[in-house]
């Protein structure tokens, strides 16, 4: 298995891409040494290989400085870095040697497993769409959200933002995407899949709630719970919501304005730190052709690790081939 | 200036509308003591007549009860009683000696200025509707929701939830009403308005987000100041904030959420407690030809008070005529 890893992207990149695998490295020897326990718990066991793009002498320099060993580690030396506000299609096109553009063209080819990074969502959604593409009969690609439950587990909210207009058609293979996800990666069997609505009962909503609704409720492949509301959203009523990416973004945005208002009062909750969304490293883009997370620009060593543990798990539950096998 | 109230609407009625006539008594004795000053502070002066719509024999027991004298308040015996869960029109043709229907009879003929209520929240938009009608001009009557602030201030969040399917030129309308009732009601001078969206510059958003923009930034009698995004709906970055009503009540019923989250984890916060949205008292039907207030089914005694307040204000000021001159 080969990650390959966006070194550059992100406000705190590199320095804080390296001290991630450090950390990855430092708890996966602690894994190792456990031994048989760890294997039957269905933990990674395959070596895991790493590829970063980057500035090959800053990402030396780093990975010597913090003590982390180049074993099943490869430096892919890139010269162009692409920013945080950059128009994604015209940075890709004309930074062909930034770390997201060549990252992509190893992921293309074959020569890395999936790709990470908490640089330019946009690139990252445009590297996705044009090298990886969709899988065939996607309609969208989507991205979700985590979203705290008061029972302390995560749900998976989608689409978060990246498709603001939708038709019914798109919500069902979110709903389909999502409860993979949620079972492979977050491991909740069997999720309950939720439609947000404005009402409990079946016929009430927008036009796009409404169409939606009867699709979800005759697809066999999910377990469709019917309608979720926005107060449903923190508690532990459906583990993955469905909505078109406006809603769905303004939640994710309100929800993540929580944290800080609740550290600004001096709140200290265990549910309410759940409300720090850098903890859970990154998303993935769900319905293309490989494993593609893209992180928080806040991203600090802790996002890296995750994002590495999620990108490692999608291979490993082969999720792509499961998707695959829905439509 | 005399205001119809529901007394048998809401869980708790009629004993907390009740309650909250007694506690708008006293208020109204301490004000009155104060003689000059509360005038000079622009308060309520003018003598307030109160007309109740409900079950006689129970409300004249109750009233004495606890003390309330008839002084300027009228008792209309009504026999029946609509229940929260009814269906609006259905109940509305087929309870016409309902409070919430004889109260629409009184408005409507002008006997009283203003009607309120915490009943059937459909029943009391059917009459808004048909017995008072939307101003002319007015495409789509709407219903706002309150936003607890940071500051302690409070922001004007609407469409709420009445109108899930909206055109640009519903949204124009929606941030006019808005600014109105901000600055006449809720006292915030030249009220900024912000477009609830997915991202801050012109041209983010869905289709609708995308064509309503610029009908705004044209609009010379409202202070817009561009999107907005979930993240800002807590702060005090627009005092109106507009958008559908689904992405509108997906926020609300968000919002209402977290004040029970925030009990249940046994914090005691002042911010917080802003969340409790009962004590609000009731939000206007913004876009009909007289003043009517509709309350939470779970309105205690305060929630009463807040409304009749609510509809004092906007008969005193005017805002339907402030509306209609907008047009």
């Known amino acids: 298995m080969n990650i390959g890893i966006d070194m550059m992207g992100g406000d705190f990149a590199p320095l804080e891409a390296v001290l991630g695998i450090k950390q990855l490295r430092h708890e996966a020897q602690g894994t190792r040494h456990e031994g048989d326990t760890a294997r039957e718990e269905g933990q990674v066991t395959s070596e895991l290989q790493l590829t970063l793009?980057?500035?090959?002498?800053?990402?030396?320099a780093l990975l010597e400085e913090h003590g982390v060993s180049m074993d099943n580690?490869?430096?892919i030396h890139t010269t162009q870095v692409i920013d945080m506000h950059e128009h994604p299609t015209k940075a890709m096109k004309e930074k062909p040697d930034s770390s997201i553009?060549?990252?992509?063209g190893y992921l293309a080819k074959?020569?890395?497993?999936?790709?990470?990074?908490?640089?330019?969502?946009?690139?990252?959604?445009?590297g996705s769409l044009f090298s990886i593409r969709a899988i065939e009969g996607i309609l969208r690609p989507t991205i979700g959200a985590y979203m705290p439950r008061e029972n302390g587990k995560l749900g998976w909210l989608l689409d978060a933002g990246i498709n603001a207009d939708c038709k019914p058609e798109n919500l069902v293979q979110f709903a389909m995407l999502g409860s993979i996800f949620a079972e492979q990666v977050l491991n909740i069997p069997n999720p309950r899949v939720g439609l947000i609505n404005i009402?409990?009962?079946?016929?009430?909503?927008?036009?796009?709630?409404q169409g939606a609704y009867p699709l979800l409720k005759s697809m066999e492949s999910i377990n469709f719970i019917g309608n979720i509301e926005g107060r449903d959203v923190f508690l532990d009523n459906a583990d993955v919501m469905v909505c078109e990416g406006f809603t769905g973004n303004v939640i994710l945005k309100l929800a993540e304005s929580i944290h800080g208002l609740i550290q600004r009062r001096n709140i200290e909750d265990e549910f309410f730190n759940m409300f720090e969304f850098e903890q859970y490293g990154g998303v993935p883009v769900l319905g293309v052709n490989k494993p593609v997370i893209i992180g928080h620009g806040i991203s600090h060593a802790k996002a890296f690790k995750n994002m590495i543990g999620i990108a490692q798990k999608m291979i490993?539950?082969?999720?792509?081939?499961?998707?695959k096998e829905k439509l």
């Open 53 to 60: 793009f980057g500035d090959e002498p800053q990402l030396t």
């Open 199 to 209: 009402g409990e009962e079946e016929g009430k909503g927008n036009l796009l709630a």
């Open 110 to 126: 074959g020569l890395t497993d999936a790709f990470i990074s908490a640089g330019n969502t946009g690139a990252m959604m445009v």
């Open 73 to 75: 580690l490869q430096i």
């Open 316 to 323: 490993e539950k082969d999720v792509i081939r499961l998707i």
């Open 101 to 104: 553009a060549v990252g992509f």
